[in-house]
């Protein structure tokens, strides 16, 4: 089969690689249909490549068509079209039972002391194939494949897999009372889908990005937007009477505009020899934090921050005197898909389509174009907002 490939830091490759096989009685063999390229696969393009191997298979938001069964499976056949959530999960451990999936006993790293398992993301997650790719082996099924209908396009349900529930589980970690103002900074994919929810949910959306067509889509859904600049935490205070959003979402995580120290060092660790960039990154590493900052500096007083970024700094210094003095909370964490897509399918199922989804994928492209979509999709170039890959 033909996959998108790991080959070192900055530099990926389309290869032929060996087709997945049923290893466990519960797994199942997925023809992959559509995989869109995630934010976070930029972590792994550009900073986290010490914990990746020549030859990892990437990607964690794939759909497609189940082709081979297990012989223990039993809520799929043959022929079922399904979204794979990129969290691996078995359902019934103590964490799963908790709605915590994406701490499953069962999958769970425990020799990296990370979490469950993911599709394509490095080796502290389990070092698993990922779905840009023709086919995808999906373990434990029954529970990690999602059945959809027939009659929609890929859009309407491939983000289930992930930018969908993450940005949901965004929105409800940030906490907000009926009617409330929620900030957003970013307007990537998982920004543009909060910003969709918190209106959706009957709130005032305000958000930050310094991409102009960013801004656009996210108008387009009822969102004030403003550009990213110096004075964007005053622009969300006078925006909601001096005071701040009750809640802000930040959707950026550790690649934020900002702070080109760390960002040089990012880089420059990434091209440390492994043994090296993995002993920094886990003792010593740091993230670039504007994105967290503006979004502590510009929530109100007993507000919310909620992280629906992603961060892998072990040393970041956080302003902890002004968190503690603006009494906020602080909510995270890698989004527990399993937990939010029975809420979210009848959304997607709407003819209405009320989340938009069928308004996010700026570009298609095959397989053999991922390489050069993945520069795109990082240089903002070209009005890119997200980017689905058609094996």
């Not at 992959?32 to 298979?57: E, K, M, N, R």
Request: with cysteine.
């Amino acid at each position: 089969m033909r996959a998108l490939t790991w080959q070192g830091n900055k530099k990926l490759a389309v290869v032929d690689a060996p087709d997945p096989r049923i290893q466990e009685p519960t797994d199942v063999i997925v023809r992959i249909t559509s995989s869109a390229i995630c934010g976070s696969d930029l972590h792994l393009y550009d900073v986290l490549g010490p914990f990746l191997s020549a030859g990892d298979i990437l990607g964690h938001e794939p759909m497609g068509i189940v082709e081979e069964v297990g012989a223990d499976v039993r809520e799929l056949a043959v022929g079922d079209r399904v979204v794979i959530p990129f969290v691996i999960a078995c359902g019934h451990c103590h964490m799963c039972r908790l709605g915590l999936t994406t701490q499953c006993e069962t999958t769970q790293n425990y020799d990296q002391g990370t979490g469950a398992a993911l599709y394509g993301y490095t080796e502290l997650y389990g070092s698993v194939p990922g779905g840009q790719a023709e086919r995808l082996r999906v373990p434990l099924a029954d529970f990690n494949a999602l059945k959809v209908g027939t009659e929609l396009p890929d859009e309407r349900y491939l983000f289930l897999s992930d930018i969908l529930p993450t940005a949901w589980q965004g929105v409800q970690y940030a906490n907000l009372p009926e009617r409330g103002v929620l900030g957003v900074i970013g307007l990537g994919p998982v920004g543009q889908f909060v910003s969709r929810i918190g209106v959706h949910l009957g709130h005032r959306v305000v958000a930050v990005d310094p991409v102009p067509e960013r801004r656009a889509m996210a108008e387009r859904h009822g969102v004030d937007t403003f550009d990213l600049s110096d004075d964007a935490a005053s622009w969300l205070r006078e925006a909601t009477d001096g005071r701040g959003p009750d809640a802000v979402v930040d959707a950026v995580g550790m690649e934020a505009h900002g702070n080109p120290t760390t960002a040089l060092t990012q880089s420059a660790v990434g091209l440390l020899p492994d043994p090296v960039a993995k002993k920094l990154m886990t003792t010593v590493g740091v993230d670039r934090l504007a994105a967290m900052m503006l979004a502590i500096d510009s929530v109100r007083r007993g507000g919310t921050v909620s992280l629906s970024g992603v961060y892998s700094g072990v040393a970041d210094p956080m302003p902890l005197m002004k968190m503690f003095d603006k009494q906020l909370s602080l909510r995270m964490g890698q989004c527990n898909v399993h937990s939010w897509r029975d809420t979210l399918l009848p959304l997607v199922d709407d003819p209405s389509d009320p989340l938009g989804t069928e308004d996010l994928v700026t570009h298609h492209a095959s397989i053999d174009d991922a390489p050069g979509m993945y520069d795109l999709f990082r240089d903002k170039k070209d009005g890119c907002v997200k980017v689905v890959l058609h094996p």
